[in-house]
């Protein structure tokens, strides 16, 4: 007799989905991306710091913005590879930023992190406090595991946001990322492919015991500047 129950069992992993969420914090909320968003999303996604370090459209169109709320993020979702969240203002509800997991591994419970801060809201330690949010909520409510961040090594803002989670350096993903740089002559509306490194973080569970505590008494979230 043959017995199907481990296939039948992945196949159930593979179809598992992170619930439809919000996540507050005392400034911040995470939640699905929503139509009006779409405006402030064109910008933060024309931005100069973002165009170098993400791999999105650019310029970046009304037709990317549209496409992303309607259909990407929240497919992300219901296809089971992640999730992603726009980060907004408690108070203005303003978009301030994005938050995804994706490459989500259901089997070892683990999925990596990737983290966007809006020009108008750098400085202020968003990007930190979202991503602690998110992980704690993954960790304690999701039971995951393991969250990585893979960060360009040139980019020490997105650096710094690992370093103050808690995050550990695991080693070093060579030639491993394109990122783009501006020439007078770029292929691109004066912008240019170049190669990089990748340093890769891990972040466990225990890794972020007494992180919160640590960044209260260094003054709070907005002591380092952070944009992605």
């Not at 992300?76 to 203005?92: K, P």
């Not at 991503?131 to 710094?160: C, H, K, Y």
Request: proline share 4%; charged share 25%; with cysteine.
């Amino acid at each position: 007799m043959l017995c199907f129950y481990p296939v039948f069992c992945m196949e159930l992993r593979m179809t598992t989905t992170f619930p439809s969420v919000s996540i507050s914090t005392d400034r911040l909320v995470m939640r699905p991306f929503e139509m009006a968003d779409i405006s402030a999303y064109i910008e933060m996604m024309n931005d100069e710091t973002v165009i170098a370090w993400t791999d999105g459209p650019h310029p970046y169109t009304q037709v990317d913005a549209e496409r992303w709320v309607r259909r990407i993020a929240p497919g992300e979702r219901t296809s089971g590879h992640g999730i992603a969240l726009a980060v907004t203002e408690f108070l203005t509800q303003r978009l301030v930023g994005s938050v995804q997991l994706l490459n989500t591994d259901w089997r070892t419970l683990a999925t990596e992190v990737r983290y966007i801060t809006a020009p108008w809201a750098r400085g202020e330690g968003y990007a930190t406090e979202s991503v602690l949010a998110v992980a704690e909520w993954l960790f304690r409510d999701q039971g995951f595991e393991r969250i990585e961040l893979r960060t360009p090594a040139d980019n020490t803002a997105s650096q710094q946001v690992a370093q103050k989670l808690g995050c550990i350096s695991e080693g070093v993903l060579r030639n491993a990322r394109i990122a783009r740089t501006r020439t007078e002559n770029g292929t691109d509306g004066g912008w240019t492919d170049i190669r990089t490194d990748l340093i890769v973080w891990g972040l466990l569970p225990e890794d972020l015991e007494g992180v919160a505590e640590q960044l209260a008494d260094a003054g709070g979230y907005g002591t380092y500047n952070d944009w992605k």
